[in-house]
């Protein structure tokens, strides 16, 4: 399933189309964002969408986690680059037995 969305910011911004995809259901929610707005107001729209906490989510592009302060320029980020939003997950460790 597709659906975009676009952020009306006034007139004579350029706009990137960045597709944000949540890992676990395989759906693709395209926006149209300005490339100079800090990509916490895409984070924050996308989870008001998909009803989710903020604080569980981790956005990852190119393997690296996003930063909300930051804009897609900072990120170096271009046309169709995709933003992967994957919930937290606690553990990841190993267990010691001494025998």
């Known amino acids: ?20 995809k949540l890992c676990e259901d395989r ?23 998909k009803k989710l906490n903020y604080d569980a989510i981790a956005f990852v592009h190119d393997g690296k986690r996003v930063k909300a302060s930051k804009n897609p320029v900072e990120m170096e980020m271009e046309d169709g680059d995709s ?6 997950q606690d553990g990841g460790g190993y267990m010691l037995v001494v025998t």
């Open 1 to 20: 399933m597709t659906r975009d969305m676009d952020f009306d910011f006034g007139r004579g911004i350029s706009f990137s189309k960045l597709p944000c």
């Open 83 to 88: 933003i992967d939003a994957m919930m937290h």
């Open 27 to 49: 759906d693709e929610v395209y926006y149209r964002f300005p490339r100079d707005k800090k990509l916490q107001h895409l984070f924050s729209s996308y989870c008001k969408q």
